[in-house]
């Protein structure tokens, strides 16, 4: 009866909607830039460098609440209203770090010589990285978006302070379902669903890794 009555709880349904597209365009965002940031931490040595991974680090080691401090006193700053737009940001801005080492692990273990096979076979230099490099790379990219994606889904400090009126995501719609105590059932299926799209989301990243193995 818990289940159907988190079937019929609208409020929910639409929360999770707003987390699921959050989530969808910071995963593939920072898929984008955090491949970028990795290929050029791998390909360039210099002072700059070391700045941008630590830059790329920062996200990583710092308490939530203190980035999300940091990034709503940033938007205030800048005058963006908070809301949609500002939670996308803030979920690309800690996922792309995530992305980056991921891809950057990858990188470490890729064999260049390919690149130098294709480009000896007569392939252009883009032609060989969208139709050699990308392939062999594509199972840690998508990884490393998995990964973003589970982190984005599930945020909440950060998320809390960056939100606006009208956009509420769903840890923060559990978390106000969770002052009354009449709901508490039916936050426990919920939680079931989500383990269960977890475990999923986790067991396809692993073959993945393990097709990356493979070849």
């Known amino acids: 009866k818990w289940y159907e ?11 999770l909607w707003t987390s699921l597209k959050i989530a969808t365009l910071s995963s593939l965002v920072a898929m984008l830039l955090g491949t970028l940031a990795a290929f050029a931490l791998h390909r360039f040595q210099s002072r700059l460098q070391k700045i941008h991974l630590g830059a790329l680090t920062v996200p990583l080691v710092m308490p939530d609440i203190l980035m999300g401090i940091s990034l709503l006193l940033f938007f205030v700053a800048l005058g963006v209203p908070t809301g949609f737009f500002t939670i996308w940001i803030a979920h690309v801005t800690f996922c792309l770090s995530y992305v980056a080492m991921v891809v950057l692990g990858r990188l470490q273990d890729f064999d260049f010589t390919l690149i130098e096979a294709a480009r000896d076979l007569g392939a252009g230099k883009w032609y060989a990285a969208r139709s050699v490099m990308l392939p062999l790379l594509a199972p840690g990219i998508i990884a490393g978006g998995l990964l973003a994606f589970t982190l984005s889904i599930d945020d909440f ?6 939100q606006g009126a009208g956009t509420t995501t769903l840890p ?17 299926a919920l939680s079931t669903l989500l383990l269960l799209m977890t475990f999923a989301v986790v067991i396809f990243s692993f073959k993945l890794t393990k097709n990356k193995t493979s070849l």
Request: a positive charge; zero cysteines.
């Open 172 to 188: 923060l719609r559990v978390y106000r379902m969770m002052k009354v105590s009449q709901n508490m059932p039916v936050i426990n």
């Open 5 to 15: 009555k988190l079937w019929r709880a609208d409020e929910i349904w639409v929360a």
């Open 157 to 162: 400090v950060i998320t809390f302070f960056v």
